[in-house]
């Protein structure tokens, strides 16, 4: 079971970026699915979700209307479109996967199974 996130790079203030969560070995689809990030000398922060039913999605308040989460059945793919970014978001994100409900709509439990490798954003004022 392996977890491939992609996606990041350098972007300025104000652009977009869109990460890929991509799975080996299992289908996404069963899994909740959440992106995590990591800023320098900061502790790793749960920005987004998505449920394994019911649709439900969840953002941390500092991205809430800025970044979309989507998965793509037929990529075995969960997407973060990131919008609006700014310096703030940079860091090191992580995507995570759990055959476990992990993600409500008011509650985003951080305890993932699986974890990929992270791919860095950085964002420049």
């Known amino acids: 079971v392996q977890l491939q996130a992609s996606g990041g790079g350098l972007v300025q203030a104000g652009g977009s970026l869109r990460l890929s969560c991509s799975s080996s070995g299992f289908t996404l689809d069963s899994y909740a699915v959440g992106w995590f990030r990591q800023a320098p000398g900061k502790e790793r922060e749960g920005v987004s979700c998505i449920s394994i039913k019911y649709n439900v999605d969840y953002y941390a308040d500092s991205v809430r209307d800025r970044f979309t989460i989507a998965r793509d059945s037929a990529e075995n793919t969960v997407y973060l479109q990131m919008n609006s970014l700014r310096p703030e978001d940079t860091a090191v994100y992580y995507c995570?996967?759990?055959?476990?409900?992990?993600?409500?709509?008011?509650?985003?439990?951080?305890?993932?199974?699986?974890w990929g490798q992270g791919t860095l954003v950085t964002v420049s004022s």
């Open positions: 995570a996967a759990d055959p476990w409900e992990k993600c409500f709509s008011g509650r985003f439990f951080q305890d993932y199974e699986y």
